[in-house]
Every structure is written in C-alpha cells, then in structure tokens.
C-alpha cells in the first residue's frame, strides 16, 4: 500500500507563493494535485507523467502552479506563486495505480488511485 504525505500548506496574503510537497513511499507512476473548496466538487489542479516530461494543468493556475518531481526521493512539488484567494482549498496529492496513465486523463478522472490526507492552503488578507 503505497502512502503520500503532503506538506507545505498554510495561510497566505494574495500574491503570496507556497510550495506544497507530496512524499510517497515509494515509486509512484503519474501523480496529480487536486483541490476542493468548500461546497465545491474536487478539483485537478496539475499532474505530471511518471518521467516528469509530460504535465497538465487547469486553466485557473496555467502560469501561476508549477508542477514538478524528484524521483530519486519519490517526492512531487506543486509550486505555488501570485496565489488568489480562490486558490484557497484543501490539496490532496494523487497517484495513479495503473502503468500508462497519462496526466491529462489522470487530472480529468483520477479513478484506481492512492491518495493523501490532504493540506490545507488559505489564501487570505
């Protein structure tokens, strides 16, 4: 049973940046952040191909988020910049349990995954 650990979430002024990290236990094939706000269906925010040379993002973060992985520590980064106050939900990390997902369908449907416990970001003045 593969775990993910996520990290780095907190209260931020708009236009602030915050980098979130998730650490697996082990390999992880493609893995996504996802978000959901309160009253809101969850959200794929940014995933990336088991290699780190495909990714994909939703449109409200293309420029803000930066998605990327060290696969030498299992850890994948989600960084964060002029970050909005509608920005603020709790992310959860992801990881595809089946080979050949690739980022934009797992981002779109995350089905069959591991996931994390989640952390909290805030965006606030």
């Known amino acids: 049973q593969l775990q993910l650990v996520e990290s780095g979430g907190g209260l931020v002024q708009p236009g602030g940046s915050l980098r979130l990290s998730c650490a697996a236990s082990?390999?992880?094939?493609?893995v996504g952040w996802f978000r959901q706000a309160p009253g809101k269906e969850r959200e794929g925010v940014s995933c990336i191909s088991s290699s780190g040379g495909t990714t994909k993002y939703a449109d409200s973060v293309k420029g803000r988020f930066t998605i990327s992985r060290d696969n030498a520590k299992n850890t994948v980064y989600l960084q964060m910049n002029s970050l909005k106050p509608e920005d603020t939900a709790v992310y959860y990390c992801?990881?595809?349990?089946?080979?050949?997902?690739?980022?934009?369908?797992?981002?779109?449907?995350?089905?069959?995954?591991?996931w994390g416990q989640g952390t909290q970001v805030t965006v606030s003045s």
């Open positions: 992801a990881a595809a349990r089946v080979t050949f997902t690739t980022a934009q369908a797992f981002c779109a449907a995350p089905a069959n995954a591991y």
């Open positions: 082990g390999y992880t094939r493609t």
